[in-house]
């Protein structure tokens, strides 16, 4: 098992800035890599970013890519989500989780199927 926590939510204006945390324990030696996924009210959740422990390989959404940098902390088990130039679209659930298997690429990373482990989530709001 892998426990994720996230953390750093909350309300920001339109063009602001936000950084969440993503801090795992229990079996994280069996993660390969962890991903951003985001859910609005009303829609399915959508994939974010990704990004393997080893190497650091990452992959954006192109919805973001640009604004928002991932980043992990292989010490502290931890990975970061900057977020900058925030949009109203942005507003979700922000949801962390783990994978242990092998993913080839993008269309890999981006399934949530792929991922075993979830946070609880963390609310991300941005006013216009």
């Known amino acids: 098992q892998v426990q994720l926590v996230e953390s750093g939510g909350g309300l920001v204006q339109a063009g602001g800035s936000l950084r969440l945390s993503c801090a795992a324990s229990?079996?994280?030696?069996?993660?390969?890599?962890m991903g951003w996924f985001r859910q609005a009210p009303g829609k399915e959740r959508e994939f974010v970013v990704a990004i393997r422990w080893s190497g650091g390989s990452t992959y954006y959404a192109d919805s973001v890519k640009g604004r928002f940098t991932i980043s992990r902390d292989n010490a502290k088990n931890t990975v970061y989500l900057q977020m900058n130039s925030l949009k109203p679209e942005d507003t979700a659930v922000y949801y962390c989780?783990?994978?242990?298997?092998?993913?080839?690429?993008?269309?890999?990373?981006?399934?949530?199927?792929?991922?075993?482990?979830w946070g609880q989530g963390t609310q991300v709001t941005v006013s216009s």
């Open positions: 229990g079996r994280t030696f069996s993660s390969y890599a």
């Open positions: 989780a783990s994978t242990g298997y092998y993913c080839s690429g993008y269309g890999c990373y981006a399934a949530a199927a792929e991922y075993d482990f």
